[in-house]
């Protein structure tokens, strides 16, 4: 274990350290721009895609990783309310409130990522197999529909509400 965190390299502590840093961030009140619900689920789901390196089968990586995406996405409509949640002063964005679960959410995908990352360096010919590659698309697309999710609950709440307003 110990050996582990040695041979991590540095960037990965920065990456880490951010994530939590944001996270800790979105215990207090926070504004979420529109752009920003609407930027951030594409770029998750390209790269979540591009890390999977698919291999001469990708149709059956594909769609387990559609399949994860979708489920987390669901998990996240459920999991995140509309609770607290307001228009910002100048209608362009959201203010919501603290929760725990964006520092959860963002230390998932940071764990998900680390982890597939330690298997490729250390057991490479395990992390080729279909089991590991398919266990990695399945959990990169639950761990990206879970922000994807997130990111459509909370555009849907801003629209209801800057339509209300109007």
């Known amino acids: 274990m ?13 990456v880490f350290l951010l994530l939590c840093y944001f996270g800790v961030k979105a215990l207090s ?10 930027i951030t689920p594409p770029i998750l789901l390209g790269w979540s ?5 698919l291999p001469e089968n990708p149709q059956l990586l594909v769609s387990c990783w559609l399949a994860a995406v979708i489920l987390g996405s ?10 607290g949640v307001e228009l910002d002063g100048a209608q362009t964005g959201l203010i919501v409130p603290g929760t725990i679960k964006t520092l959860a959410l963002y230390l998932l995908f940071f764990a998900v990522n680390y982890y597939f990352g330690y298997q490729a360096e250390v057991h490479p010919e395990q992390s080729t197999t279909l089991q590991m590659i398919s266990l990695k698309a399945c959990a990169s697309g639950f761990a990206s ?8 609950k909370f555009y849907q709440i801003f629209h209801n509400l800057k339509t209300a307003y109007l």
């Open 29 to 38: 009140p926070t504004r979420e721009s529109r752009i920003s619900l609407l």
């Open 74 to 83: 669901f998990a996240a409509l459920m999991m995140f309310t509309r609770k």
């Open 49 to 53: 895609l591009y890390s999977l390196n």
């Open 145 to 152: 529909g879970l922000f994807c999710g997130r990111s459509i």
């Open 2 to 14: 110990l050996n582990t965190l040695q041979n991590t390299p540095l960037w990965v502590y920065a």
